[in-house]
């Protein structure tokens, strides 16, 4: 399968990027290419523009985009279908549970529910001041220090 045909498909999981157009946001697309000659698969990355009147998408977010049957303009193909992780709201896919982060000293995935088991066994570790529970949405402090909606 060829790069142009594979970008023919008619919903694509992109990363939203910074962008100056208006009612439409740019992302990222992440595609494997075929490789004739090693017998593999190699990561291409491909910019596009997704049709946003909305603006329902952030930069960072991961969106499902889907093709539009006729383009708007020469850039813009797809449009928006939804926002399926947000920023810094990673959901694991196979368990359901939300991420925090990588656990180095296990070498595994933390989650949100593996943090609070921890903190009812051995107590609350002091170091961690964050608190998922107590914490707003993201979004609530915009115009103030988060820009990533502007231009």
């Known amino acids: 399968m060829r790069l142009s045909q594979a970008l023919r498909a008619s919903l694509l999981l992109g990363k939203c990027l910074p962008t100056v157009k208006s009612n439409c946001s740019r992302f990222s697309v992440k595609r494997y290419v075929y490789d004739d000659y090693l017998h593999t698969y190699f990561p291409k990355f491909t910019v596009m523009y997704a049709h946003d009147p909305d603006k329902i998408c952030k ?23 939804k926002v399926v992780y947000p ?13 925090v982060g990588l656990r180095v ?12 088991e921890e903190d009812e066994l051995y107590g609350k570790n ?17 115009d103030k220090k988060d820009f990533t909606h502007r231009e």
């Open 59 to 81: 930069t960072g977010d991961i969106v499902l985009i889907e093709e539009l049957p006729q383009k708007l303009t020469t850039l813009i193909t797809h449009k928006v279908n």
């Open 87 to 99: 920023l810094g709201d990673i959901t694991d896919p196979i368990t359901g549970k939300k991420v």
């Open 105 to 116: 000293d296990l070498g595994k995935v933390a989650y949100r529910d593996d943090l609070e």
């Open 126 to 142: 002091p170091q961690r001041k964050f608190d998922y529970k107590k914490a707003p949405r993201r979004g609530w402090q915009e």
